[in-house]
T-cell receptor, first 114, second 113 residues
Framework: DGGITQSPKYLFRKEGQNVTLSCEQN?????MYWYRQDPGQGLRLIYY???????QKGDIAEGYSVSREKKESFPLTVTSAQKNPTAFYLC?????????????FGPGTRLTVL | AQSVTQPDIHITVSEGASLELRCNYS??????LFWYVQSPGQGLQLLLK??????LVQGIKGFEAEFKRSQSSFNLRKPSVHWSDAAEYFC???????????FGTGTRLKVLA
């Protein structure tokens, strides 16, 4: 079955640690996205990538970093510079990265800072 | 500025009753609009999408939405709600000229038995 997988489902981070969230898709989609979801705030875009080896900052990129070395993979690193990282993180992909392409979402990773 | 607004944070309906969730948009040109559903602790699932043409769009799970340009609305409807429809619903659309989506803040639906 084609789809988007995110791992781990739950992640705990200590103060000062960097952590990496995995996102893999086997839909052969060109574009991939990372969103942060907080209660009552909807989804906010962290980073997006339209093609391999290229990515752009979204609305809340500070304290986060990404890479796009392979078409199917778009890992997100939450660095120690992110002061309030506790949130639900969603990865998405869309076919060609064209405007208004439908985005498909993974199951999410819940990150908690201890 | 472009925006997607969901005026209702919470809605409660009885099982079997009809449902309408509101979405208002602010766009210059003809918008592309989507409705997604999210169960607790899960990702978002696409319910339906409007690109152009027929203003009444059918989706999965018995949902439909109607695009009304005169009212700048794209409301989601279901004639008879089931307990399994309890979830959070998001309206979204792409920011004009970009690949970025604008999401509404969501409406949480509670279904009473």
């Amino acid at each position: 079955d084609g789809g988007i997988t995110q791992s781990p489902k739950y992640l705990f981070r200590k103060e000062g640690q960097n952590v990496t969230l995995s996102c893999e898709q086997n839909l052969n989609h060109d574009a991939m996205y990372w969103y942060r979801q907080d209660p009552g705030q909807g989804l906010r875009l962290i980073y997006y990538s339209q093609i391999v080896n290229d990515f752009q900052k979204g609305d809340i990129a500070e304290g986060y970093s990404v890479s796009r070395e392979k078409k199917e993979s778009f890992p997100l690193t939450v660095t120690s510079a992110q002061k309030n990282p506790t949130a639900f993180y969603l990865c998405a992909s869309s076919g060609s990265g064209r405007i208004a392409d439908t985005q498909y979402f993974g199951p999410g990773t819940r990150l908690t800072v201890l | 500025a472009q925006s997607v607004t969901q005026p209702d944070i919470h809605i409660t309906v009885s099982e079997g009753a009809s449902l309408e969730l509101r979405c208002n948009y602010s766009y210059g040109a003809t918008p592309y609009l989507f409705w997604y559903v999210q169960s607790p602790g899960q990702g978002l699932q696409l319910l339906l999408k409007y690109f152009s043409g027929d203003t009444l769009v059918q989706g999965i799970k018995g949902f439909e939405a109607e695009f009304k340009r005169s009212q700048s609305s794209f409301n989601l409807r279901k004639p008879s709600v089931h307990w399994s429809d309890a979830a959070e619903y998001f309206c979204a659309g792409p920011l004009s000229g970009t690949y970025k989506y604008i999401f509404g803040t969501g409406t949480r639906l509670k279904v009473l038995a």
